[in-house]
């Protein structure tokens, strides 16, 4: 007893709860994270300086360099329907395969684009991989983790996708001078090698089973995930979510440049402040949240975005210099604490949903709604801020509060088994001799592979 009593007393409080942060994921969806660490590096390295790239080394047009990054974006709605079917037929590790391909051929393509017409192509092809890709990830995460720690699952894919670009943007801006274009050659090669790196990881990721292939029943088509309107509503949200909300960060830069008069340098920073936030807060707010309302953190975070988004219109005219610099990386510190909420909630209440015959369906609809969230935001956005720089701000932050109000109302519509966060109380035990995780209420039956 005075052993165990001392053993005890040798672990700090501090050091139990670090431990207590280890996400416990299976090895594969651990393979799984780390390939998607180093591709998100290499987005670092290249998509913060593909508009200055088509702009100031190439001389595009302002205009036409907008639309051909949002040609990604556009390309990417219309391919990530199709995938989703792809993803239930040929399975998610296959279609990831195919969409990191396209998109390493597509970044790659940059540092050969001279006109207009061959940056529309490069991004067009890159889009075209960009849809398979969310959805396909996002299947295999839900397919290859118990029910019980896909909000610790989706929560690290953020900490592994924050963390990546924030070093590769260190990394690119380092690298990157419009004086030397060799140096843009550098960052879009490299970008397209961490693609190809994350195929390699995938040769030790399994494909999920799932009974629908196993017993030969019909999967199904969209029209059966459009009937799910719980689904639909959860996906209807998190566009509104996304619109007022994430999209708005494409704004930002702008404003802080010409109404704050903050430099890029300044800009950097406080994005870099941003990903700092989640990579060190993601993981404790998940855990925070195990055993908690759902919606009731979709309404916390209506109220976090709209608190960071009313922080911005002060330093336009109000508040200048340090100030102003202060002020701005402090909206998106309490931004990224809103992120970090997201992330626990969404995508795994997106798994817990879905009919896992039509997993690949159910995620690019949910990558749908986060696309058609950054079209219309920026957008819109936009429009706001040549009308009215200061407005866009409370605009959207009224949004925000609108959007949490309404999660906390959709709640009685969830089924009651799917309303709160899993905890590790809640863990069901494996079923004898199978190795396989019991599913939570709610959630179709389905072999989990490790």
Not at 159 to 175: A, F, K, Q, S, Y
Not at 241 to 255: C, D, K, N, S, Y
Not at 420 to 435: F, K, N
Request: aromatic share 8%; net charge positive.
């Amino acid at each position: 007893m005075v052993d165990r009593l001392r053993s005890a007393q040798a672990v700090p409080p501090l050091g139990a709860y670090i431990r207590s942060l280890n996400p416990r994921l299976p090895r594969s969806v651990q393979t799984l994270q780390a390939g998607g660490l180093a591709n998100a590096f290499g987005n670092g390295l290249a998509i913060p300086f593909l508009f200055i790239y088509l702009h100031n080394v190439r001389g595009i047009g302002l205009g036409t360099a907008g639309l051909i990054v949002g040609t990604n974006a556009a390309v990417g709605l219309v391919t990530g329907p199709l995938s989703g079917m792809l993803i239930d037929r040929i399975g998610g590790r296959r279609m990831l395969a195919v969409s990191l391909v396209l998109m390493a051929i597509g970044y790659g393509s940059y540092p050969f684009v001279q006109v207009a017409w061959q940056g529309f192509l490069a991004s067009a092809v890159a889009g075209a991989g960009n849809g398979g890709f969310w959805p396909s990830q996002s299947s295999l995460i839900a397919g290859l983790t118990p029910p019980d720690r896909r909000h610790v699952a989706f929560a690290t894919q953020r900490v592994m996708m924050n963390l990546g670009i924030g070093l590769g943007g260190l990394t690119g801006g380092l690298v990157a001078q419009t004086s030397r274009p060799g140096t843009f050659t550098v960052l879009f090669l490299a970008d397209a090698a961490t693609f190809l790196v994350f195929v390699g990881a995938l040769r030790f990721v399994p494909e999920p089973r799932r009974a629908a292939r196993e017993s030969g029943v019909r999967a199904g088509t969209y029209r059966d995930v459009l009937r799910n309107r719980i689904f639909v509503a959860v996906l209807a949200l998190n566009f509104v979510f996304i619109a007022a909300g994430m999209a708005q960060l494409e704004t930002f830069p702008v404003f802080a440049k010409n109404e704050a008069g903050l430099s890029e340098r300044g800009i950097g920073a406080i994005w870099f402040v941003n990903t700092v936030v989640i990579v060190l807060a993601q993981l404790p707010i998940a855990r925070a949240l195990e055993g908690t309302r759902r919606m009731l953190t979709l309404l916390l975070l209506g109220v976090v975005w709209a608190a960071a988004w009313l922080l911005v219109p002060l330093t336009g005219g109000v508040l200048s210099g340090t100030a102003a610099f202060a002020t701005l990386t402090l909206a998106l510190a309490v931004f990224a604490v809103g992120e970090c909420l997201h992330g626990t909630v969404q995508a795994p209440l997106v798994a817990d949903l879905a009919d896992h015959r039509l997993i690949g369906r159910y995620m690019a609809m949910s990558a749908f709604s986060w696309g058609l969230g950054f079209t219309v935001g920026p957008a819109v956005g936009g429009f706001l801020l040549a009308w009215e720089p200061l407005a866009l701000w409370p605009l959207a932050a009224a949004v925000c509060l609108g959007a949490g109000g309404a999660a906390l109302l959709l709640e009685r519509s969830l089924p009651v088994g799917l309303r709160l966060t899993p905890g590790a109380a809640e863990r069901r035990p494996l079923a004898r001799g199978s190795g396989e995780a019991i599913p939570a209420p709610g959630v179709a039956t389905r072999p989990v592979a490790s």
